[in-house]
């Protein structure tokens, strides 16, 4: 949820991957209902005190729902015609602590302007175009609504004397559900045309997730997940934002319930009460925000605990409209510029660095509170003048569809062209988008508003609201149903375990050459590796390298593949430091070998458990997400977008737990970081002589080759090509600094090599299937399957060079 360019590739919670297109999360805020605010009396017109009119405010056709033309729009040239003593028939807004109210503006068209702002940001961010901060339009959408929505509230209970829970929640149904169930319907078929069969399943999880408001909960978790973070973006991602306000909405009603029946009917016409519960949640929420962005970023990004703060910031601005309307013209226009610029600095400034939201994002919303407030005024010099710009009123109408739609289709555009977007096409997708929005305001969202029947009833408008939703849900499973996997032709004629059961033995053990998969020109601590040549291995993977069609058959199944990884249950996530004790192999084994380091090194675990099971060894893994074995100070985790502390507190305590264990044999692994290329080997070089401080014989199983694409979606994408998913050597960042700098350090520290390359690829190649097993289940991890089968060339290689 920072910021970057690029086209969809895979997901992660990364906040450049949250933020931007070319990752997995992305994010803009919406829900914006049209109200009433206030304006200072003039000379002629008195202010008005007393009680309001009792009149049905969401249920008139000028209701605050319904938007205001740019006929009706009041500024500096047109005078507001649509409130004040002269117009009874219009409700008067918040009462005031001592009763009094100010002149109201039925329409606000620095709102409006600000809305177009806020999405032209967002769209401009995801795109990758320009302002990588463009995420901050999500918070201004999140304060407008809150100052909408309780403005809302608060005047219906001043007409009415109370609110209607009915009404309100029709009215949201109503304003929210009908374009977004079109836009999920759209998106579905599209996904079934264009999205990989193997991603149908999850893309329809989250198109049912967004049609009942909580793709949020889901999105956090994902971001969490540091093995499967890799995926493809989701069409759906920027539906949490709408998540986040549902769910702040379905409580906030009920809260002003509950407080106008705790402090009594004395008491109810004041909103005292009802701002201490603001401020007690804009700090609350605030403080949750700033504890949890640098420990959980993902959560702290979509969860609505962490946003509620913003939106109760703008319902507090609602509750101090009728003041703010008194403010004098000069202050109140200094404060809509201040709050704009902040906004457009941050939008500027924030970037994929940004660690967000956290109490950076108080910049873009109190900039936001800041054009809100001063606006309440009217000043004739203040932002309005640029914010009521008839292009800045054309776009902020159509600003919610705008953002419905703009995800989708810079999503699933690449996926229908098969090429990643360019400048002209990402404009053109914008453009696609801006036409599809209008084209929804005008024969969706704008319609159904305003129809009189839906008002009147609101049993009508939560039926509907309900109904379209379960429309969205229903057609997203059709999807899911309908979109099969391919099946792949024949079984392949030679499996994986018929060669590995022609080499199974000790087999040669044999230096690799110079020349040999790592490259001519390979650095010198790279050939010192050793590694266990089968004739039979490099044969199939030779013949697996002219696949035409997918075999069937496949070990794992590609419906399988993306998961098969989780064998290992003391695996430690990235938002934990404790490291879990298990015991694998053979329990009672007189040996003891420790398995350590990253997800590349928990790659080895289906293996490590197979050789240990069949030499007697006791095998006890320690492995983390993203935490490298290599001491590296302040290194960051791109996942999380700060310095990974959790890394740092699970590796010490995993070398104490090793110095007790005394183990005989360290095997570690690890991705080649370019961190590597900021400390040098000696972080490699450090690590690996305290391991062997404590007695034990140490390997490193050097990096596997890295595909740089998902390799299942890619099957499952071409299944009568297979060699489209073939991966070059020469890419495979075999060749890359890194990968030879934490090799050297090994080596430097007393570490043994393993080279595993032969066991995946030919010196020029590396197949994606290998007789009938899938070889990676993502980008760069090995399948389980894939691991398990290579135990009987890894543990000849272990037992070489371990003794």
């Given at each position: 949820m920072a910021a970057g360019g690029g086209t969809p590739t895979a997901p992660g919670p990364r906040a450049s991957d949250q933020r931007s297109l070319g990752t997995t999360f992305a994010y803009p805020g919406l829900l914006y209902p049209r109200v009433t605010d206030a304006r200072p009396p003039t000379p002629a017109a008195p202010v008005d005190t007393g009680p309001a009119p009792a009149v049905p405010v969401a249920d008139t056709p000028d209701s605050p729902d319904q938007p205001a033309g740019p006929d009706r729009t009041a500024g500096p040239d047109r005078p507001d015609r649509t409130a004040g003593p002269d117009r009874p028939d219009r409700p008067d807004g918040l009462d005031t602590a001592d009763g009094s109210a100010g002149r109201l503006r039925k329409f606000r068209p620095d709102i409006e302007g600000l809305r177009?702002?806020?999405?032209?940001?967002?769209?401009?961010g995801h795109s990758g175009l320009a302002l990588p901060g463009g995420f901050v339009g999500v918070d201004v959408f999140f304060v407008i609504s809150g100052f909408l929505i309780t403005r809302q509230l608060i005047t219906e209970r001043s007409a009415r004397g109370r609110i209607s829970l009915a009404g309100f929640y029709a009215r949201r149904a109503r304003r929210i559900v009908p374009a977004a169930t079109v836009v999920i319907v759209a998106t579905m078929l599209g996904a079934w045309r264009w999205v990989s069969p193997l991603r149908i399943h999850s893309t329809g999880v989250d198109a049912a997730l967004s049609a009942v408001s909580a793709i949020n909960m889901r999105l956090a978790q994902a971001g969490t997940d540091y093995l499967r973070a890799?995926?493809?973006?989701?069409p759906f991602q920027h539906f949490w934002s709408l998540a986040v306000e549902e769910q702040f909405y379905a409580v906030w009603p009920l809260l002003l319930v509950v407080t106008a029946a705790l402090v009594g009917p004395a008491r109810r016409r004041s909103t005292g009460p009802v701002a201490v519960l603001l401020l007690v949640v804009v700090a609350a929420s605030l403080t949750l925000s700033a504890v949890l962005t640098p420990r959980s970023a993902p959560w702290a990004y979509f969860g609505s605990h962490t946003r509620a703060w913003e939106l109760a910031l703008g319902a507090l601005v609602a509750l101090g409209a009728p003041r703010l309307g008194r403010l004098r013209p000069a202050l109140s226009a200094q404060l809509t510029w201040l709050g704009l610029a902040g906004i457009l600095v941050a939008a500027c400034v924030f970037g994929e660095d940004t660690l967000y939201p956290g109490l950076v994002a108080v910049l873009p919303v109190a900039g936001s509170a800041l054009v809100i407030a001063g606006g309440c005024a009217a000043p004739r010099r203040?932002?309005?003048?640029?914010?009521?710009?008839?292009?800045c009123q054309l776009v902020g109408r159509v600003s919610y569809s705008w953002y419905l739609w703009h995800w989708p289709v810079l999503v699933l555009w690449?996926?229908?062209?098969?090429?990643?977007?360019?400048?002209?096409?990402?404009?053109?997708?914008?453009?696609?988008?801006?036409?599809?929005?209008?084209?929804?305001?005008?024969?969706?969202?704008?319609?159904?508003?305003?129809?009189?029947?839906?008002?009147?009833?609101?049993?009508?408008?939560?039926?509907?609201?309900?109904?379209?939703?379960?429309?969205?849900?229903?057609?997203?499973?059709?999807?899911?149903?309908?979109?099969?996997?391919?099946?792949?032709?024949?079984?392949a004629t030679t499996s994986l375990a018929a060669a590995v059961g022609a080499s199974v033995g000790p087999g040669p053990v044999s230096a690799v050459s110079p020349d040999g998969p790592a490259g001519p020109?390979?650095?010198?601590?790279?050939?010192?590796?050793?590694?266990?040549?089968?004739?039979?291995?490099?044969?199939?993977?030779?013949?697996?390298?002219?696949?035409?069609?997918?075999?069937?058959?496949?070990?794992?199944?590609?419906?399988?593949?993306?998961?098969?990884?989780?064998?290992?249950?003391?695996?430690?996530?990235?938002?934990?430091?404790?490291?879990?004790?298990?015991?694998?192999?053979d329990p009672r084994g007189r040996r003891t070998v420790v398995l350590f380091g990253d997800s590349h090194a928990n790659q080895w675990f289906n293996a490590m458990n197979e050789v240990s099971r069949r030499n007697g060894w006791r095998l006890v893994p320690y492995t983390k997400g993203g935490c490298p074995p290599a001491d590296y100070p302040n290194f960051?985790?791109?996942?999380?977008?700060?310095?990974?502390?959790?890394?740092?507190?699970?590796?010490?305590d995993v070398l104490g737990r090793i110095r007790a264990l005394s183990p005989d044999l360290v095997v570690i692994g690890s991705e080649a970081r370019t961190e590597a290329m900021r400390v040098g080997p000696g972080g490699m070089t450090k690590v690996v002589r305290d391991l062997r401080s404590t007695g034990a014989k140490v390997v490193l199983i050097e990096d596997t080759p890295y595909p740089g694409f998902d390799v299942p979606d890619c099957l499952a994408r071409n299944p009568t090509n297979v060699r489209r998913c073939i991966v070059r050597v020469a890419g495979a960042k075999l060749t890359e600094p890194?990968?030879?700098?934490?090799?050297?350090?090994?080596?430097?520290?007393?570490?043994?090599?393993?080279?595993?390359?032969?066991?995946?690829?030919?010196?020029?190649?590396?197949?994606?299937?290998?007789?009938?097993?899938?070889?990676?289940?993502?980008?760069?991890?090995?399948?389980?399957?894939?691991?398990?089968?290579?135990?009987?060339?890894?543990?000849?290689?272990?037992?070489r060079l371990a003794g």
């Open positions: 177009a702002v806020a999405v032209v940001l967002v769209v401009l890799e995926g493809p973006p989701s203040g932002a309005e003048l640029l914010l009521r710009r008839r292009p690449p996926l229908a062209s098969g090429e990643p977007l360019r400048t002209g096409e990402k404009i053109a997708a914008i453009a696609l988008s801006l036409v599809l929005a209008v084209l929804t305001y005008h024969l969706v969202e704008n319609p159904i508003r305003r129809r009189p029947v839906l008002a009147r009833r609101p049993a009508l408008g939560l039926g509907l609201g309900l109904a379209s939703s379960g429309v969205a849900v229903v057609v997203a499973l059709l999807v899911v149903q309908a979109a099969a996997l391919p099946t792949g032709g024949p079984t020109g390979a650095d010198p601590a790279v050939t010192g590796a050793v590694t266990v040549r089968s004739a039979a291995l490099t044969r199939l993977i030779e013949q697996s390298l002219d696949l035409g069609d997918l075999p069937g058959g496949l070990r794992p199944s590609l419906e399988q593949a993306p998961n098969d990884y989780r064998s290992n249950r003391c695996y430690t996530s990235i938002t934990s430091g404790t490291p879990t004790d298990c015991v694998y192999g960051v985790l791109e996942t999380l977008k700060r310095v990974y502390t959790e890394c740092n507190t699970w590796r010490a890194q990968r030879a700098i934490e090799i050297r350090g090994a080596a430097a520290g007393g570490a043994m090599l393993v080279d595993p390359v032969p066991w995946l690829c030919t010196k020029n190649e590396c197949p994606p299937i290998i007789g009938d097993t899938i070889v990676y289940y993502d980008k760069s991890h090995i399948t389980g399957t894939y691991s398990t089968a290579l135990a009987s060339y890894l543990g000849p290689a272990l037992v």
